[in-house]
């Protein structure tokens, strides 16, 4: 019995961190004759697929990468988002 | 004669320098491959400068979890000696060999031209045939280079001598960190280089590399190169180990 769940790890600067790209989007709004929006950030999104027997599971695999991974816990913050889950087996008996 | 291992990640660029400058400094130079678990019986390890694995994801993670790092980490926790050059810096920061990280620069911008660096400590295996407090003459190549601690790490760096070089102003001053001129990537205190806590593992992001020889303009660098070789050299005769590393 397993199932496929789709994740998006979302990571972006930490408060505090200096984030020059955020600065720089900033620095374009006033070109596009925008006001009133301010405080920037720019991070990444990584979407992925885990195979596991349940969400929990599922869920421990990402959260592990994005700490060791795709996030660099000392500058960033991750924030894991189920985005979808599919049961590959319709009945409740054990897989083989 | 002194073995010492240059490690070669796909992307990386300063190799066949850094072998050079090994090689001036009196030691044999070896390749690395990054898919080699083993050291091949090396007296320290340098890794280059370079773009390891593309810097995807961000600079230096994908190359930390190369098989040759495995066997790098090991060496390092039983007080073998390690030096990383700008991305190889990188990498051991991201490998958490050596404290903090890089960041971006502060203007965004690739900075690739020549800063001023002084040795805050002369008492080390990377930095014991340099000059306390003269300004060193070195190129930086990076578009990741500000090095960024929180406060409480970086008041425990400085305390406790693992500042190893700052960026300095022609003078020798160490520069403000705001100074754009002589602290061009904008790292918290215009730090340049650091060191691990049992003072066995160093990264800096200028290049002595670069300027280990009179044609390439500076042969500041040239010291550090020297130092550290000196240094495997004499672990080599006389092994040394910190830590109790088991």
């Known amino acids: 019995m397993s199932a496929t769940f789709r994740y998006a790890v979302n990571v972006t600067p930490k408060p505090g961190i200096l984030d020059p790209q955020g600065r720089a989007v900033e620095g374009a ?8 929006v301010s405080a920037v950030r720019v991070g990444r999104r990584v979407e992925l ?8 599971t ?12 795709l996030s660099n816990p000392l500058i960033e913050a991750a924030a894991v988002e189920l985005l979808m889950s599919t049961s590959s087996t319709t009945s409740g008996e054990p897989g083989r | 004669m002194t073995r010492i291992g240059v ?12 072998l050079h400058a090994v ?10 491959w990054h898919e080699s ?7 320290g390890v340098i890794l280059p400068g370079g773009f390891a694995y593309g810097d995807y994801l961000r600079a230096g993670v994908i190359a930390r979890f190369s098989p040759v790092m495995r066997a790098v980490a090991d060496f390092a926790a039983n007080g073998g000696l390690v030096l990383g050059i700008c991305n190889g810096f990188q990498v051991l920061a ?13 203007d965004l911008r690739f900075l690739g031209r020549e800063v001023r660096i002084v040795a805050e400590r002369t008492d080390t295996p990377f930095t014991s045939g340099l000059d306390r407090g003269r300004p060193m003459r070195l190129p930086i190549a990076h578009g990741e280079g500000c090095y960024f601690a929180d406060d409480a790490t970086l008041d425990t760096l400085e305390r406790d001598g693992q500042v190893l070089f700052r960026y300095a102003t022609a003078e020798g001053e160490a520069a403000a960190e705001g100074d754009r001129i002589s602290n061009p990537n904008g790292s918290l ?32 660098g040239f010291g550090i190169v020297r130092s550290f070789v000196g240094a495997a050299a004499k672990r080599a005769a006389a092994p040394v180990l910190v830590g109790g590393g088991a």
Do not use: K, Q, W, Y
């Not at chain 2, 090689?23 to 690395?32: D, N, P, R, S, T």
């Not at chain 2, 020889?213 to 500076?218: D, K, R, T, W």
């Open chain 1, 29 to 36: 709004l006033g070109h596009l004759g925008v006001t009133g």
């Open chain 1, 49 to 56: 697929t885990v195979e596991a027997v349940d969400e929990l």
């Open chain 1, 58 to 69: 599922a869920r421990g695999v990402v959260e592990r990468l994005a700490g060791e991974l």
């Open chain 2, 7 to 18: 490690v070669v990640f796909p992307g990386s660029n300063c190799d066949r320098d850094t």
């Open chain 2, 23 to 32: 090689e001036l400094a009196g030691a044999e130079a070896v390749e690395l």
């Open chain 2, 37 to 43: 678990p083993t050291l091949d019986g090396v007296a």
């Open chain 2, 94 to 106: 991201e490998a958490g060999l050596v404290p903090g990280a890089l960041l971006r620069n502060r």
């Open chain 2, 189 to 220: 205190r215009a730090i340049a280089g650091v060191l691990n806590a049992t003072g066995n593992v160093a990264g800096l992001m200028p290049h002595p590399e670069r300027a280990s020889e009179a044609i390439l303009g500076s042969r500041d």
